[in-house]
């Protein structure tokens, strides 16, 4: 039953947090209302004027290449030159500074020109009005000591197409045409292709360096693969100027499609050059190795070979073909792989066994008499070296064929072509974006300015730390008008409870004479204080009103202010001047002389009189008991109103004369330690505080603390 019982308590606090919440956001709905709004209308303005942003995009497939086509033409020579690239590698030379500078220096893009529209909405109502100014800057360039200072284009005469550079120092540094290069003696070249602007409008141009220019055509490039291993890749480029944005991709693609095509034939050329000059001495060392051989049969007169030296002789020249055909090989495989990769191994073990051969056959040729030996080892070289050389007159050729033939791994599959719509800003989004935002700030301002006010919105808050509620004010909007009108023009600030008997604040008021009419039986006397534990809260609007009701009663009531200090009470009844409590406590005036009859039947007013350096002494002479004694013989109710307890002890002195003391509270401005320390204060006085006026309560949607109660007329 007790964990049932705890549920439920936890239950009805979330609740009751979230009416709060909800409450909160309905009291504030038109701030919320506000903010959104004004999120709404910059999303749209931004949507609006936003320069829009197109895309253009092209496809590039980059393929392997494998044995078919020259590569079997050429057979293993072929496999010197397939450059397996895969896609990221090739992503990476595509946005490399040897492909992007190219269309850097193309375009012109190290030269920046920007029409000086008015800031921020210029170029959008500029572009919505068709009014857009146009220069096109085909040369650019200014003095080292110029680097650092901004220049100007300035339109002299569009009619003439005529114009003047301009430094940020006023100097004109030329004047110029378009279509024709201007230079200045001290270093400044410009060539201006076209133009279109109205007559004084100004350009700002500057420069930059190569890396920067090529570093933003990076940021608005973008490339990717389609799908995973297809060697498809998808370049895109970003631009506000849609047909320019469609130029450099295209210029993009173009320019890394012939660097693919050149780097493969330039292996092939490098390569036949190579051969080429290697051919000479193949070529040289032939013709002596024939030499050699017919000058021995010469001098041996003609020896035939036998057939056992004939069969060595074409095993040896076999062998040695294979291993010049391993030497070739080696040369290709070691730039791809290491000795300890396994084909690299298996080139090394069959180079072995033909050597272990190559020794075999070696030795049998030991076993035939000299002149055979002879004869068969320059027949050999001559083979050998005849072999070589053909073999190097074929590889050009093949290398040759290769190099005609190169087109390399790369197709354009699709040029670059530009969106119709432009890509950004996402006018839509941009719209819903900004609203949720402005609805959160404003709903976050809202939450915050409830974290931030501690002050009492709830009489419940009193009634938790154990003062009683006499009674809950409503806040007025006719006594704010009062006063409003009142600080406005300076008039005298009337009564609430003359003007509109009616009200509710003054109904709550005559709740508050009930309620102290029954508190106050068990009193020692009929003096009232109202008091209260900071400035600002309406305790001289709530004594002012209450004495004015209390007199309605057919009750002689006389109302004390005893704030010597910033006393307001005799504004409400217009006593401006004259004898006050001050000067009766001082012994300037008699008792009779400060006793001021108000507009207010039955209701007489003591206002607090000349400010003095020293209101708590004088409250605490025995002319202010005196002063209680006789008051409280005279009239009915007697109602004292005193400065802040917090601010001064004013309070603490005049509580102990009097039977009945009230503390008065304001909604959302006195925070529950503040009225609590108020109430400690009192009781280390020994006085002993009746109950609370929970003053300027504000309908709330999270809650009610009154009900409208009128009858219609």
């Known amino acids: 039953m007790v964990s049932k019982q705890e549920n439920l308590n936890n239950s009805s606090s979330d609740e009751i947090n979230l009416s709060k919440i909800i409450g909160l956001l309905l009291d504030e709905k038109w701030l919320i209302v506000m903010v959104t709004s004004v999120f709404v209308v910059l999303g749209v303005a931004y949507a609006i004027l936003a320069t829009p942003i197109y895309k253009a995009d092209a496809l590039i497939q980059v393929e392997e290449k494998t044995d078919g086509g020259f590569s079997s033409l050429v057979g293993d020579m072929g496999d010197m030159f397939a450059s397996e690239s895969t896609a990221m590698t090739e992503i990476e030379l595509i946005t490399s500074r040897m492909i992007l500078g190219q269309t850097v220096d193309k375009f012109h893009l190290t030269t920046v020109v920007k029409p000086d529209y008015f800031p921020v909405v210029g170029k959008g109502l500029a572009r919505l009005m068709d009014e857009e100014e146009h220069l096109d800057v085909s040369q650019f360039d200014i003095p080292k000591y110029a680097k650092d200072m901004a220049h100007q284009v300035v339109i002299t005469d569009p009619a003439k197409q005529t114009y003047k550079l301009v430094r940020d ?8 045409k378009v279509g024709e290069r201007e230079e200045s003696q001290d270093g400044y070249q410009i060539l201006v292709s076209s133009m279109e602007a109205t007559k004084g409008f100004k350009f700002d141009i500057s420069k930059r360096t190569e890396l920067d220019a090529i570093n933003w055509v990076n940021q608005n490039l973008n490339a990717a693969e389609k799908g995973k291993q297809t ?4 370049i895109t480029y970003l631009d506000s100027d849609p047909d320019k944005a469609k130029a450099i991709l295209n210029d993009i693609a173009q320019n890394y499609f012939l660097q693919n095509v050149e780097r493969d034939s330039a292996e092939a050329e490098q390569s036949i050059k190579f051969l080429q000059k290697q051919l000479p001495q193949v070529k040289g060392k032939l013709n002596k190795s024939e030499d050699k051989l017919n000058d021995y049969r010469q001098k041996k007169e003609s020896v035939d ?5 004939q069969s060595a002789l074409k095993t040896m020249v076999d062998i040695e073909s294979q291993l010049n055909e391993l030497t070739f090989k080696e040369a290709d495989i070691s730039k791809k792989y290491t000795k300890d990769h396994p084909a690299y191994k298996a080139l090394l073990d069959k180079r072995q066994t033909l050597l272990e051969e190559k020794a075999k056959v070696n030795k049998k040729v030991q076993n035939l008499p000299e002149t055979q030996r002879e004869v068969l080892r320059m027949k050999r070289d001559v083979e050998v070296d005849q072999q070589i050389y053909v073999q190097l007159l074929n590889k050009i050729q093949e290398l040759n064929i290769v190099k005609a033939g190169t087109v390399g791994n790369v ?31 404003s709903v976050g301002i809202v939450l915050l300015k409830a974290i931030l006010n501690k002050g009492v919105e709830s009489p419940d808050d009193i009634e938790a730390i154990g003062l009683s509620v006499y009674a809950t004010v409503p806040k007025s909007n006719l006594q704010t008008s009062l006063l409003d009108r009142r600080y406005a023009k300076d008039k005298k600030l009337k009564l609430l409870s003359e003007i509109d008997p009616t009200d509710l604040s003054v109904e709550a008021l005559r709740g508050l004479r009930t309620s102290l009419h029954f508190a106050m039986m068990e009193a020692e006397n009929n003096i009232v204080m109202i008091s209260g534990s900071t400035p600002g809260i309406g305790k001289s609007f709530v004594s002012a009103n209450f004495s004015a009701i209390c007199a309605h009663a057919d009750k002689r009531v006389v109302l004390v202010d005893a704030d010597m200090r910033k006393g307001t009470v005799n504004r409400f009844f217009g006593v401006r001047n004259g004898a006050g409590l001050s000067d009766y406590l001082s012994g300037k005036e008699p008792m009779d002389n400060i006793i001021n009859t108000s507009e207010v039947e039955n209701l007489d007013v003591i206002h607090h009189g000349q400010i003095p350096p020293n209101p708590s002494e004088l409250l605490m002479h025995a002319r202010f008991k005196e002063l209680m004694d006789h008051l409280s013989q005279q009239y009915d109710l007697v109602i004292v109103d005193t400065p802040p307890v917090l601010a001064v002890t004013d309070a603490s002195i005049v509580g102990r004369l009097a039977g009945t003391t009230l503390m008065v509270t304001r909604f959302g401005v006195n925070t529950v330690k503040d009225i609590d320390l108020a109430w400690g204060r009192f009781k280390q006085a020994g006085i002993d505080v009746k109950g609370v006026v929970f003053n300027g309560a504000e309908k709330k949607s999270e809650n009610y603390y009154y009900y409208e109660y009128s009858s219609d007329h």
């Open 305 to 309: 070979l036998s057939l056992e030296a």
């Open 169 to 176: 120092d006023g100097k004109v540094i030329l004047e110029g």
């Open 231 to 234: 060697g498809v890749i998808k």
């Open 411 to 441: 197709r354009i599959i699709d040029n670059a072509e530009t969106y119709l719509r432009p890509v950004s800003p996402k006018k839509f989004m941009i719209v819903i974006i900004l609203t949720l935002m402005g609805g959160m700030l």
